[in-house]
């Protein structure tokens, strides 16, 4: 192995003995990441369109649009007249069938009066009290509050406004946690888990953000042999918004101790691929086994090892048992 700093013979023009001056570098562990890089979009944590679930007619809008709500927030009131004036009726019915209920039953206890007699007092009761619980169902769909905490988008209604159950009023965002939706390539379906980190920028924007994954799409989609899959990523700036396209870089592994040669310095045979080495001033073929390809360099899986001085330049004057001079070491 050729050390830095040690003493290389200048072979003259035309001697037996011409050396070729070449660049090396001494190979060092280094970290590689698998990774994937995709294209994906920003969703909303939550979302939904607020409706009202009958037709009714619009008497009060209590949100500014653009701003926080709070879950249970008063959004909207409609028209609720007719139904308080009924929900008043009968709980007025409801005191009279009671107190004639708590009679039918004294009489009963005395002989005075037939089941049948109070059995209908009963149900006369009963049936008040169910029409008191109808009224006050109904009259809470007059109230349409916040579902969860979010952000009310444009509203589409004004005050005085008849809407039916599909008129859409607003839509709610929860936006914070954000989800990226993106996927992957079949091939990778084992080497993805609930956990792994993500990385991922958006347009126009040069601030690269992180996220987990956590949830997977158990099939792979037929059509386009890809893997669905679901990050979170934290969003209390609010900088990413539903819609956005990202671009993801994916995680698959990582390795602390990978051999990375620059790409230039691998040769492709036709069985394979092999580089030079530097050994007792020569070079020397060593056949190699890569992997994965980074923007610059090969991981080697084997015919090398930490330590070896891999000839990096004049690769295509190089031939084994060749004397090389280093020009260049690092």
Known sequence: MFKKGDEVQQAMPGSGNRSLAVDAIVLKPSRLDNKLNVTGS?????????????????????????????????????????????????????????????????????????????????????????????????????????PFDGVIGLRFVSEGAYISSSTVIATLYNISPAKIDFAIPGRYSTQVSSGKKIRFTIESDLIVYEGEVYAIEPRIDPDTRTLKIRALADNKSGNLLPGQFVKVELILDSSDNAILVPTEAVIPEQEGKKVFILENGKAKEAKVETGIRTANSLEILSGLKVGDTLLTTGILQLKAGMNVQISKLD
């Open 42 to 146: 920003v969703l909303a944590n939550e979302s939904l369109e607020l409706k009202s679930e009958v037709s009714c007619k619009i008497t009060s809008i209590s949100f500014i649009e653009g701003k926080q709500v709070k879950k249970g927030d008063l959004l909207i009131q409609t028209d609720d007249d007719e139904i308080l004036a009924q929900l008043t009726k009968q709980k007025f019915n409801r005191k009279l069938n009671n107190d004639n209920e708590f009679r039918q039953r004294k009489l009963l206890e005395k002989d005075a009066i037939s089941q049948e007699e109070y059995d209908n007092a009963l149900n006369r009761l009963n049936t008040t009290e169910a029409d008191i619980q109808l009224l006050e169902t109904q009259l809470s769909k007059t109230r349409i509050r916040a």
